[in-house]
């Protein structure tokens, strides 16, 4: 994972908002928030991040066949960011692609890595999350400025023979009728109804959380470690209560990182293994809701030994 070292404080956001902090804490969970200056550029965290994945992995960039980047904020509409990143690590024969499904985009560019490899096509492919938010904030709006930050994360993904340690099907769904939900057009601020997003997203999550579990045919008892997309705290807990989860199996770290859209699963990954709560064996459920709407769900089999830590930033392997 690769985070802006620069750290707004929820007294710094409510200044703007003429709000109290603990209001902003109260209602999001978040602390503090990493925003990128306006000198970085997201293509070079998403490279410090795959650095680092690829490290843990022993997996040289010229091994790498497929670069994919989910974000909705790259630098540029055009180059996309996935060829940058594949040129600046090194992986100069790997196709590479951006991949957007808002806040989604991470596992679906889990879904696309898993099946090229599941086909033969692949046998390494590299998989970022990334993006920077705090450009598209408006800091007067209370329903987005307090939310939203900026970060990179990747995992290695590998071909194996063996019978464990295996990504589950991956459940994606999406629905067109709640695209005004959430929203970011060309020239304006993310806007998002707040309330009936909240709504909607802890229905859709704990739906295909119980959808993917069957699909890997386990149950909520079988599960280490539930690691939904880090948009709120009021979320996670409310799809924790309807699913009635024990808290201490529930990941929450948007006190100190806050919604990075698609870097939150691989940052969420990347610190649970670090903390030593992500154990060789344990079964881990992963969860994403976001703009379109998108949503989805796997099961991972973890294989991946706790990382050296360097720089603060550790990296993560599951296995395909």
């Not at 598209?136 to 939203?148: E, I, K, N, Y």
């Not at 959430?182 to 997203?201: A, K, P, T, Y």
Request: a negative charge; charged letters at 20%; one cysteine or more.
């Amino acid at each position: 994972m690769a985070l802006p070292e620069r750290l707004v404080s929820n007294e710094q956001i409510a200044a703007e908002l003429g709000v109290d902090a603990d209001w902003i804490a109260k209602r999001t969970g978040t602390l503090e928030r990493p925003w990128a200056l306006d000198s970085e550029r997201l293509t070079e965290f998403a490279a410090v991040a795959s650095r680092g994945a690829l490290a843990h992995a022993g997996v040289d960039p010229s091994e790498v066949d497929l670069v994919l980047v989910a974000t909705s904020t790259a630098d540029d509409i055009t180059p996309n960011a996935a060829p940058l990143v594949a040129g600046l690590i090194g992986a100069g024969r790997a196709g590479a692609l951006d991949v957007g499904a808002a806040c989604t985009g991470w596992l679906s560019a889990l879904a696309m890595a898993c099946g090229q490899i599941e086909s033969g096509r692949a046998r390494y492919a590299l998989v970022v999350g990334a993006d920077f938010l705090s450009r598209f904030l408006d800091v007067s709006d209370r329903d987005t400025a307090p939310l939203f930050a900026d970060g990179a994360g990747a995992a290695v993904l590998a071909a194996t023979e063996s019978a464990t340690g295996r990504v589950g099907p991956i459940v994606l769904r999406s629905d067109h009728s709640g695209s005004h939900l959430i929203r970011l057009s060309r020239g304006d601020h993310i806007r998002m109804e707040g309330q009936e997003s909240f709504r909607v997203g802890v229905a859709s999550l704990a739906q295909v959380t119980a959808e993917a579990l069957a699909a890997s045919e386990c149950g909520l008892d079988d599960i280490d470690l539930f690691v939904y997309h880090q948009a709120n705290s009021r979320i996670i807990r409310a799809v924790g209560q309807r699913l009635d989860l024990p808290p201490e199996r529930v990941v929450d770290y948007v006190g100190r990182f806050a919604n990075a859209s698609t870097a939150t699963l691989p940052i969420a990954l990347t610190v649970a293994q670090a903390e030593g709560r992500l154990e060789p064996g344990a079964r881990v459920l992963l969860a994403a809701f976001g703009g379109g709407l998108t949503w989805g769900a796997t099961v991972v089999e973890w294989t991946a030994p706790a990382p050296a830590l360097a720089n603060g930033h550790p990296s993560v392997m599951p296995t395909v």
